[in-house]
């Protein structure tokens, strides 16, 4: 067994609980609306989650429905490698982007203003 063969297949292994974590995450937002592990940022999630909860559950549903998608793909046996390794590769960079993206802007401080100093301080 050469490395190339032994990366492919923590590659494909990979994909079962990534797609499992990502859709079971998709199913709590959407359905028992838990929104623990919406848009958190230092493991907090921001003060109205509910309000980042669709993108991150559209986030999660289409990157796990992808990698089921790849999983299939490579069983079935209609894919090339370079293929299905650049689809999965690339699901898993442009998720963990996404889930970045909504988590800074839900904990977001522009455009809200500061309390005002009190006297005496010279901060």
Known sequence: MTISVAITWILFLGLFPIAFFWLRRAWRILFKRDFSEVALKGGVPPAKPEKYAPYTAAINLVAGG???????????????????????????????FADYIVSRNAHASWGKKKAPAAPGDRG
């Open 66 to 96: 992808v990698a089921v998608a790849v999983i299939l793909m490579i069983i079935i046996g209609g894919v090339a490698y370079d293929i299905w390794s650049a689809i999965a590769g690339s699901t898993i960079w442009m998720k963990f």
